[in-house]
């Protein structure tokens, strides 16, 4: 299968009034077209930076981010956000439908494609709602359903179900696997939870403490959907062992973010 | 009946009861300010029976004198608010924009804002004479700083994750401006206008008592000249009555404006 991103020796130092920090140290990792990729690492350990890079939201100081193009004019990535980042004054609809307002597309039109996404999301009713109206997991629904109705070159989520509960995790989860299977979106997904990431991706990259580097990439050879049977639990403790050294040490650095 | 139908006709009670107190509680306090009058306990010098208040009101209206404050403070209100919202919501927003624009301003803003305007009322009757216009001035600097600031306070408080996403979903410039930050300050740049306009009534009526001779200062501050208390008090309750018209006005518009407000502002 073909590249869809490539990250070549990405490094990202960041200059604040409390001193210099190194968050990412020559990151490579190439992501195939349709994947689903996990990023895992230590509180601190920049996924989230190099989520942000992926998204243009940050420029890397050196190194390459490409982005495979499969058509012209798609944008090229959606974030979903762990705080969801609905706008407050939008409804349901209104929110879904940002980003192809933003790319001039007619109401009309706009609104036929952002409906197509409330009803895929389980957000049917829910049109004209306001964010705080919503509960969590609806909230999140939502921050999903802008990201796909922008159809998007790549979808990156940013620990998009960190601040639910258990049970609307596992139901997200759930959900989101279904909707990739059909979509076939280019996934990168950052957590910090080794549960979710083997439940979720082909691949999982560990990331080492600050800065964050590639520290190791396995990948989840696992029938979908997925168990929690002894291959899976098997799976979690080799990331663990992987990860543990540096999530004692991540405790140690104070936060970036 | 069922616990549900129960609960809901107990809810409903009470929320009729709350309506009934809004209106029972001031009856109330106007009897009680009447019977301790003819009690004996309040002297009416002082503090004139309500029903007193209340014929002078018809009086003063039906004479016409009342109309005729009643405009002169209302258009000074307005005259003054509009002149000071527009170009304060400008200011206030360009210096949650632009960090030099920021920089330039805050420190003039940081010197004169502390200063009571309505201490200012004697420079201006120096530089524009008695009558409208320097009251004004006074109250149009008065709400002018108010909604800069707020403004200015609600682009900033603009939680940084919004930015990123609109930012992330190619909303820039203008866009970004009109579907972001305006409807993002928004909710301050109305507390801004509500305390703007509420500082404005206070700074007008003040003014009235010496830069003019109309208006309901001017008709307060003459009663004591001539030792009308019945008078006096007609101002405070017309002027009571139009501080809560306009601040409800706003709240109303605000409400229509900003249906998505998760609470509703108490002042």
Redesign the interface.
């Known amino acids: 299968m073909k590249t869809k991103i490539e990250l070549e020796n990405v490094s990202k130092t960041f200059v604040s009034r409390t001193g210099i920090v190194k968050a990412l140290d020559n990151v490579t990792i190439k992501i195939k077209d349709g994947e689903f990729l996990c990023i895992i690492g230590p509180t601190g350990c920049g996924k989230s930076t190099l989520l942000?890079i992926i998204?243009?939201?940050e420029k890397p100081d050196s190194g390459k981010v490409k982005i495979e193009k499969s058509k012209e004019g798609l944008?090229l990535?959606?974030?979903v956000?762990q705080?969801y980042?609905?706008?407050?004054?939008?409804?349901v609809i209104d929110n879904v439908a940002?980003?192809l307002?933003?790319?001039g597309i007619p109401r009309k039109e706009r609104y036929k494609i952002a409906k197509e996404y409330i009803e895929k999301m389980g957000l049917s009713g829910f049109e004209n709602k306001?964010?705080?109206q919503l509960s969590g997991g609806m909230k999140q629904r939502v921050g999903i359903a802008?990201a796909l109705a922008?159809n998007p070159e790549v979808l990156l989520m940013d620990e998009p179900f960190g601040a639910l509960d258990a049970q609307t995790r596992k139901i997200l989860q759930e959900e989101l696997i279904k909707i990739w299977e059909e979509l076939k979106k280019t996934v990168v997904y950052v957590t910090h939870s080794i549960e979710e990431a083997v439940l979720l991706g082909d691949r999982v990259v560990v990331m080492t403490s600050r800065p964050g580097k590639v520290k190791e990439i396995f990948r989840v050879e696992l029938e979908r959907p997925r168990a929690f049977d002894t291959e899976f639990t098997a799976l979690c403790s080799e990331i663990w062992e992987c990860l543990k050294e540096e999530a004692r040490r991540g405790m140690y650095c104070d936060q970036v973010n | 009946m069922t616990k549900l139908t129960k609960t809901l006709k107990f809810r409903s009670l009470r929320y009729i009861n709350e309506n009934l107190m809004n209106i029972l509680s001031p009856a109330f306090f106007v009897i009680l300010w009447e019977l301790l009058v003819y009690l004996g306990v309040l002297n009416p010098s002082y503090f004139p029976p309500p029903s007193k208040i209340f014929i002078r009101l018809i009086e003063l209206f039906q004479t016409g004198e009342l109309v005729t404050h009643t405009v002169a403070t209302v258009y000074r209100l307005f005259f003054a608010f509009i002149l000071a919202a527009v170009p304060g919501i400008a200011i206030g927003l360009l210096m949650g924009l632009s960090k030099t624009i920021r920089s330039i301003v805050d420190p003039i803003i940081a010197l004169i804002y502390p200063i009571p305007k309505v201490a200012m009322l004697p420079l201006f009757m120096v530089i524009f004479g008695l009558g409208t216009p320097p009251i004004v001035v006074t109250a149009f600097i008065t709400a002018f700083f108010i909604i800069i600031l707020n403004t200015l306070a609600g682009v900033l408080n603009i939680?940084k994750?919004?930015f990123?996403?609109?930012?992330?979903?190619?909303?820039k410039g203008w866009?970004l401006f009109i579907?972001?930050v305006l409807?993002?300050a928004?909710p301050m740049i109305f507390t801004g206008l509500r305390l703007g306009l509420g500082m404005s009534l206070i700074v007008v009526v003040a003014s009235e008592f010496i830069a003019t001779q109309s208006g309901l200062g001017y008709l307060i501050y003459i009663s004591w000249r001539v030792l009308r208390v019945e008078d006096m008090y007609v101002g405070f309750v017309v002027t009571g009555i139009l501080g809560y018209i306009v601040t409800r006005g706003l709240e109303k518009l605000s409400d229509k404006l900003?249906?998505?407000r998760?609470e509703k502002v108490v002042i």
């Open positions: 942000r998204a243009g939201l944008p990535t959606a974030m956000f705080e980042a609905l706008f407050p004054w939008r409804n940002f980003g307002e933003m790319r306001y964010p705080h802008r922008n | 939680d994750v919004l990123e996403a609109a930012r992330n979903y190619g909303a866009r579907k972001v409807p993002g928004m900003m249906p998505w998760e």
